[in-house]
C-alpha cells in the first residue's frame, strides 16, 4: 500500500525495537525479524541502551549488527537517546563524552545516520521525561553543544566513514520461532532465549570478533560465506531446516549447538525420535532423559578449561561418535555428557547439553573459532572496544571504543595508520592515547 | 446419575488431589473431603511431590493416611509422576530407585494401585513436561525399566502386599469449615491451616506414629477408638460439634488443640463469651485479647523442654484450673499463659496459644502421646521410616524405607522376620541392610 | 444539601482519612483538603497508627496539626483504634498506658474529642477484627479499663484541657495539586511527595517545632503571620501562587524549597524557562539538566554539617546569586550546586536540588529557623515530646509525653507550675519523673 503512494526518490523504511528484558536488550518475539524486512528498502532501528557506568556499546554493536543484517546492507538509527529516557523515576544523563561515543559506535557497526529521540524535551504527556537534544527550556545546554560537536565532525569526515561494509566469517543463527516456542515453554525462570543470543553476542563483542545475524532465510550463497554458526537453543525447526544445517557441517561448516535444539518440529510437536532428533547424528551423541538444574559442577576436559559448572538445565548425553568435553558431576548422573564434540564429514559439531558458566562457555567458543580458523581482527588486543570494515574508497577503517572511566594507551600495531579525527598519523610501536569515552578512528594504509 | 449407567461389575472413584502450597501438599479448601467421598465406591487420590534431595515420604504418606481415611479401606493412586512434571522450567528427574521406593511407600499406606501419569510422554500442548513412563522417543528407558522392575515384583508379592489393613490409636481431627473460614481471615503471611495440618502429621509420620484423619462426620464408634486426636484450629464448629469433643475428654479421650479453636460458630460468626467459647471449661483456661507477633520467647515448664518460642499468633490466656505448661517472656503480658494443660473427666486437654516452634511443639506432642498410653510401632528406632499395617492373610507387615542418600543398617528387633522382597529370613540382632532409596518388606511371625 | 436538613443546633462534619503508605500516613491525593474543609463546621480525622515499639506519636500530631489546619479550629477525632485494628494477620494490641498516652496526645494537638472505633468489636463480616473497647465477649477487660480511667480524668480536667489554641510561627505548605502531578510523573521508587511531608513533620516534631499546614488557598492575613515555610516539592503550581510566595520572601519570609519546585505550571505543563522558572531569582540559581540518583556524597559547606548525601534526585544547579551550600562529589558533575541559599528583598531561601539525608536536612531545617528567629518551646530539651498551646482560661499547657518503653526524669524549667492528672506542683529544678508510656500536664504560671 505504501509502495503505490511512495514517488520515486522516497524510500521504506521502518524502526525496529528491540526486546529489553532485565535492562538487556535482545531480539524480540513479536515480529519476524527477517520476514519483516524483505519489504523494506533500507533497515532502521529504534536504540536505547543503559548509561553511565553501565554503557559498554553490546546494545549499540548488538542492534547494529541485527539491523545491518536485516538487509545486509547499511542502516539507519532513527531513534536514540539523547538526554535521558524513561519515566521521571528513572531519568539517567549521560557523562560528557558519551553521546559523541555512542554516535560513532553506531557508525562502527554500519549505521548510515544517527537521528535522535528528540530536538527538544516536550511540555505535556506520557513522554515529557524522554528528554530531547534540547531541555523544556529550549536553550542550548551540554547535550546540545556535545550533538553540535558530533554533527560538525561528521560533515568533516562523511565521505570516509559513510556506507561501511563488513565481511564477517562467524554469524549468530536464531529462531523467532524457537524464541516464540520457548516463551510457551520456558528454560528456566533465570534463562531465555534472549539471554542466550545476548550471551553469545557480548562474548564475541568482548573478543572483538565481529558477527551478522541470519536465520532459516540465509540464502545459499550466503550461508557458504561463513565459517562458525552460534546456534542459540533451536527448539522448533522442520526437518528441512536441520538437514539444511547438517549439510553445512559436511561441507566443512561449524556449528555451535545449545542444548533443546532439535526438540520439536516447524509446528512444536515434539519429535518422536532419540533426541536431538535430526542434529542425532552430526551432534554425535543423544539423549532421553533431562533435569532442571540451578547450578552444578562440570568435569571438563582438561585441554578446554579445568573447572565450570553446568546451569538451568542438563540433558543426559550418550555420546555415540562424539567426543565428550565435559561430564556432570553427580552421584547418579555421573555417566552422562554434558557436552559433546563431532566431526561430520569436513566439518565440526559442539553441542552444548547445558548452559557452561561464562569462561567455560567463552573458552568452548574460542575453541570453535580457533579451529574454524576464524581471523582475529587488527587491534584486537587492545584494552578497548575494537569495530572494523571497509569505507566507500575502499580503506579499512577501524574505530577503537574506550568504554571505561579510564585514559588507556597502547602501542600502534599497524605500519602506518592516519587517525580520522585528529588527522594524527601513527606509526608502528607509537603510542595511541585515549581519553575517557573517547575513541580513535584509524584509516590503514592499503 | 452415574450410577443410572453403571454395570453391577463397576464402580465409582475419583482422583482427589490435595492442595500444593509453597512445595507442601495439605488439605485443600476446595472440596469437602468426607461429604465428597461418601458418593464414592473406592477412594482415588492424585499423589505429586517433590523429588531428588527433596524426596521424604511425608507427602505420599500423608495423602496415603487421607485417601485411605475417606473410605476407612484401602485406596487407588490414581495418577503419580513418572518422569519429571509440572512445567517446562521445573523438571525434576527422579534419582535411580526413588520411583519404586515411592511405589511401595504407597502400598505401606493402603493403596492398592499405583498408576503412573502418563504411559508415554505427549508430543503437544501444555502437559508435554509431565513426563510419562516413556520419554516422547516412546523407546525403553532407564524410568521404563524400574517401573517394569517394579511391576514384575508386585506380581510376584501382590498377595502378601495388597488389601493393607491399619488401626491406628491417633487422628487428626481436621475442619474443612476452619480451612475454609480462616482462607478468609488468616492466621499469618506465615501460616496457614494447611500448613497447621501438615506440620502436625510431619511430626508424627518422623516419630513413625500412624495416624488416620477424621472430621466431624466420624461415626461415635470410631471416634472412641481413639486414644488421642490433634486438633489444627477449630474455628469455625457448632456448638455441637464442640461439646462431643468435650464429652470424647470427659470419656478419656486426649485432645492437643491448637489456638482459635472454638472461636465461632458453624457460620463464622464470632462468639459472644470468653474464649474459647465451648471448649473453654475443658482447656482450664480462657483469654480476651490476642496479638500477631513473629517470634515471642516462651518461659516453657521443664518437664517438658527447656527453651523454644511462640510464633504467628498469641493469646494472652488466664488459667482456671488449667496448669501452666508455658508463659511468654514479655516486659508487659509475662503473666498470661501461652500453653496450659487441663484434665477433665477421664481425660486431659492440651491447648496451644500460640504455635510452638518445631521442637517444643514435638516435645508437647510425645508429651500427649505417653500420657494417652499410645503404642511405639515395631523398628520405630531404626533409621529408616517405618509403616505397617496387616495383610489379608493377617500377618503383620512391617516397611523399612530408606528415603536418604546414605544406606543404613540396624539389628533386627523381631525375634525371626521374612524379608518379602529377597525370600530372606532375619533373627533377632541379624543385621538388616538397607541401600539409598531402597527398602526392606518384613512379615513378622504371629 | 446536608444543611437543608440540618437542625440549628446541629453541626457538618466529616472524617477525613489520611492516606498510609508502607505504615506511614501522609496527605493524601484523593481529596482537595482545605476546598473540602471549607463545606464543614468542624473539621473531623480518622487516626490510625502503629503501636506497641513503633508508637512513637508523629502520626497522631501530624494528622491533628492538619485537621487543627483545615479550619483553624479545634477538631473532633472520629475514630481512632481502641484495641488491635486491620485483618485478622495484623492485630497488634496496645501496651498498657498506650491508649492513654495516645488520648492525651490527641488533646495536646487540639482535639475536642477522642471517638473509639468501635464500642465493641464485631461478630460478623470484614472488620470482625478492629476490635473494639470491649471484645466479642461483651466483658469488661484491659482495654476497658484503660478507656473507663481516660474517661474519668477527662471528666475531671475537661475545663483545664479543652479548646486548646495554637499560635505557631512555622507552617508546611502543601500541595493536593503537586500530589497528584507527581503520582503521574514519580520522583524515585523509594520516595513520593506523602514521604517528604512526613520526614519534613517528623524532623520539626523531634525538634519539638509546632507547625501548622497551609496551602495556595492561605489567607493573606494569616499568610504573615509565618516567619518559615516549608515547602515540599511544588511540582504544579501557577504563575500567581509561585510570584506571591515570592512576595513572601521578598517581605521578610524564609521559605524551604524543594527540587521540582516551579517545574510545571498549574496544568502540570513544563514551563519553557531555566528551571526553577518563576522561582529562579528568588533561588538565585538555576537548572537545565537533572538525575535519578540511589545515593551520591555530598561537598558541604563546614558551616552546617561536615557530610552528608544526596538522595534519588539531583538537579544540575548553577548558582547565579546564591550562595552554594553544597555541591556534589561526582567524577564528571562535581562543578553543580545541589543545595543553595539565597536572600531576597528581607527574606531568605533554602533550595534543595536533591533529597538530602537526614541528618542534612535537620541540619538545613535549623539554620532556617534560627536565622528566621523562630522561638523554641518551653522544655524542648528535656526527653520526651512537647506539645503546648493556650487554654479557654488562658493559660498556657504544656504536654510532656514519653513515647518509650523507659522511665525518664529531668529538672523543671519554670518558675512553678501545676501538674494537672496529679494536682502536684513543681518548683524550678524539681525533679519531674514520667513512667513509660506515660505523661505529665503542666499548666505555667502566667
Known amino acids: ?38 519489504h523494506l528498502d533500507i533497515a532502521g532501528v ?24 536485516m538487509k545486509q546492507n547499511n542502516y539507519l538509527v ?30 562502527a557497526s554500519g549505521a548510515n545516520m544517527v537521528g535522535y529521540w528528540h530536538w527538544h524535551s516536550i511540555h505535556n504527556s506520557y513522554e515529557t521525561y524522554w528528554k530531547g537534544v534540547l531541555s523544556h527550556d529550549m536553550q542550548p545546554n551540554p547535550t546540545y553543544h556535545e550533538v553540535a560537536r ?26 523467532n520461532e524457537s524464541l516464540s516456542a520457548l516463551e510457551a515453554f520456558p528454560i528456566s525462570s533465570g534463562l531465555d532465549y534472549g539471554d542466550i543470543v545476548r550471551q553469545y553476542y557480548e562474548l564475541l563483542y568482548k573478543q572483538n570478533i565481529p558477527c551478522d545475524f541470519i536465520d532459516h532465510t540465509v540464502s545459499e550463497s550466503q550461508l557458504r560465506k561463513y565459517k562458525a554458526l552460534i546456534v542459540p537453543p533451536l527448539y522448533s525447526a522442520s526437518d528441512e531446516e536441520l538437514k539444511r544445517l547438517n549439510h553445512f557441517v559436511a561441507e566443512g561448516g561449524h556449528i555451535l549447538y545449545s542444548f533443546k535444539s532439535g526438540f520439536t518440529d516447524e509446528n512444536v510437536q515434539v519429535r518422536r525420535d532419540l533426541m536431538p532428533g535430526v542434529l542425532r547424528e552430526v551432534v554425535g551423541a543423544n539423549y532421553q532423559q533431562f533435569n532442571s538444574i540451578e547450578v552444578m559442577p562440570l568435569v571438563v576436559s582438561g585441554e578446554i578449561l579445568p ?22 558431576q553427580h552421584d547418579y548422573w555421573g555417566d552422562y555428557a554434558a ?29 570453535m573459532m ?77
Chains 1, 2, 3 share one sequence.
Request: net charge negative; hydrophobic share 35%.
Open 1 to 38: 500500500m505504501v509502495r503505490e503512494y511512495a514517488l520515486p526518490e522516497q524510500f521504506v523504511t521502518q524502526n525496529f525495537d528491540l526486546s529489553w528484558r532485565d535492562g538487556s536488550y535482545s531480539i524480540q518475539s513479536n515480529v519476524d525479524h527477517m520476514e519483516a524486512a524483505r
Open 46 to 69: 529504534d536504540i536505547y541502551h543503559d548509561t553511565q557506568d553501565e554503557l559498554d556499546g553490546v546494545t549499540i554493536a548488538l542492534a547494529g549488527d541485527l539491523a545491518r543484517s
Open 78 to 107: 532513527i531513534e536514540t537517546q539523547a538526554q535521558s529516557i524513561l519515566t521521571s523515576d528513572k531519568q539517567k544523563l549521560h557523562y560528557p563524552g558519551q553521546l559523541r561515543l555512542q554516535a560513532y559506535s553506531h557508525l
Open 150 to 175: 558530533i554533527s560538525q565532525e561528521l560533515k568533516r569526515l562523511n565521505d570516509d566513514l559513510i556506507g561501511l561494509k563488513k565481511h564477517n566469517e562467524v554469524a549468530i543463527y536464531f529462531s
Open 307 to 328: 573447572g565450570g559448572s553446568a546451569n538451568h538445565w542438563m540433558e543426559l548425553l550418550t555420546p555415540t561418535n562424539g567426543e565428550v568435553l565435559a561430564t556432570y
Open 339 to 367: 557436552i559433546v564434540s563431532n566431526t561430520y564429514g569436513k566439518g565440526e559439531v559442539t553441542y552444548l547439553g547445558t548452559w557452561p558458566s561464562g569462561e567455560l562457555l567463552s573458552s568452548l567458543l574460542m575453541r
Open 370 to 446: 580457533k579451529r574454524a580458523s576464524v581471523k582475529s581482527p587488527d587491534h584486537a588486543g587492545a584494552p578497548v572496544t575494537v569495530r572494523a570494515g571497509t569505507n566507500r574508497k575502499g580503506k579499512n577503517i577501524v574505530y577503537l571504543l574506550n568504554y571505561s572511566n579510564e585514559a588507556v594507551s597502547f602501542p600502534c600495531e599497524d605500519r602506518l595508520v592516519r587517525e580520522l579525527i585528529s588527522g594524527n598519523s601513527y606509526r608502528k610501536g607509537e603510542l595511541l592515547e585515549i581519553a575517557p569515552w573517547d575513541l580513535m578512528i584509524l584509516e590503514q594504509s592499503n
